[in-house]
T-cell receptor, first 112, second 116 residues
Framework: GESVGLHLPTLSVQEGDNSIINCAYSNSASDYFIWYKQESGKGPQFIIDIRSNMDKRQGQRVTVLLNKTVKHLSLQIAATQPGDSAVYFCAERDTGRRALTFGSGTRLQVQP | SAVISQKPSRDICQRGTSLTIQCQVDSQVTMMFWYRQQPGQSLTLIATANQGSEATYESGFVIDKFPISRPNLTFSTLTVSNMSPEDSSIYLC?????????????FGSGTQLSVL
């Protein structure tokens, strides 16, 4: 079936550096993508989203890039802080569904 | 964003018993979903909780094992029946807010279930 996956299971960065978390998806019918952050013991927290008619969207310290040609999604975090340490999931939604399909997750570790 | 309350937050249960998890939202929502997150893994959709009708289950999940209720637009329950250690997971309620074009899904804090 269709799936969403991630290239890197763990990413370790120095505080203040920029982080890039990647995600590949396989469902060409996906029209909406979201990045979530999950801290230990908590549910996923919405970070940023992007629709398939866009290729870039910026938020506060975060940018999401979408490349539909190669079915690739990335999350860029500027000036990474210790509070950014968490597991990050990409998720996609098929045009025919309301639920999200989640990728396997990347753990971001920020070194002080 | 919707405020989602899940109860219990965690439980330790004996094999063969059942646990009902409650999800309460502070506003009316169009869609409610139940996800499972096994240890160290991503989220897997169990079912869509439909208001006033039977839930829609994903492949690999059945009503006898995971009965779901949704009596109104703000409340749903998920029961994990006849539990085994393989059911040890985090169970998450998720909702989509009414009236939004891009329906962000919001999540509760989850129920950490351990089955002995």
């Amino acid at each position: 079936g269709e799936s969403v996956g991630l290239h890197l299971p763990t990413l370790s960065v120095q505080e203040g550096d920029n982080s890039i978390i990647n995600c590949a998806y396989s469902n060409s019918a996906s029209d909406y993508f979201i990045w979530y952050k999950q801290e230990s013991g908590k549910g996923p927290q919405f970070i940023i989203d992007i629709r398939s008619n866009m290729d870039k969207r910026q938020g506060q310290r975060v940018t999401v890039l979408l490349n539909k040609t190669v079915k690739h999604l990335s999350l860029q975090i500027a000036a990474t802080q210790p509070g950014d340490s968490a597991v990050y999931f990409c998720a996609e939604r098929d045009t025919g569904r309301r639920a999200l399909t989640f990728g396997s997750g990347t753990r971001l570790q920020v070194q002080p | 964003s919707a405020v989602i309350s899940q109860k219990p937050s965690r439980d330790i249960c004996q094999r063969g018993t059942s646990l009902t998890i409650q999800c309460q939202v502070d506003s009316q929502v169009t869609m409610m979903f139940w996800y499972r997150q096994q240890p160290g893994q991503s989220l897997t959709l169990i079912a869509t909780a439909n208001q006033g009708s039977e839930a829609t289950y994903e492949s690999g999940f059945v009503i006898d094992k995971f009965p779901i209720s949704r009596p109104n637009l703000t409340f749903s329950t998920l029961t994990v029946s006849n539990m085994s250690p393989e059911d040890s997971s985090i169970y998450l309620c998720s909702v989509a807010s009414r009236g939004t074009t891009n329906e962000k899904l919001f999540f509760g804090s989850g129920t950490q279930l351990s089955v002995l």
